[in-house]
């Protein structure tokens, strides 16, 4: 999943409008709101309530935000303990080829 999504949805929730999430972030509303839609078209859900006054995340978009956390984590996780991988290979290459 996508990174930036989870930064767009969480400045959302944050935020009264997109243009206020987009200001936070530096970027135009007409994009942030092409991104959404284009997941909104991909899951088939509407992930923010774009009808009420003050924008709101609905609960499909609360649920990929819990799993595009997950996914972060994940990913975090993932990069320390290949770091730790890398590190011990280079530390068995560095005891072994001495030795031949």
Avoid: C
């Avoid at 999504?5 to 243009?19: D, G, P, Q, R």
């Avoid at 978009?61 to 595009?68: A, D, P, T, V, Y």
Wanted: hydrophobic share 40%.
């Amino acid at each position: 999943m996508n990174n930036r999504l989870l930064l767009f949805l969480e400045t959302i929730e944050t935020s009264n409008s997109i243009s206020e999430a987009a200001q936070k972030l530096y970027l135009t509303q007409p994009y942030i709101s092409r991104v959404i839609k284009k997941y909104e078209q991909k899951y088939n859900v509407i992930l923010i309530d774009r009808n009420s006054y003050l924008i709101q995340i609905t609960p499909a978009g609360h649920l990929l935000i819990k799993h595009l956390r997950k996914s972060l984590q994940l990913e975090r996780q993932f990069e320390v303990e290949v770091h730790q991988f890398q590190k011990s290979i280079f530390l068995l290459y560095e005891w072994v080829l001495p030795l031949l």
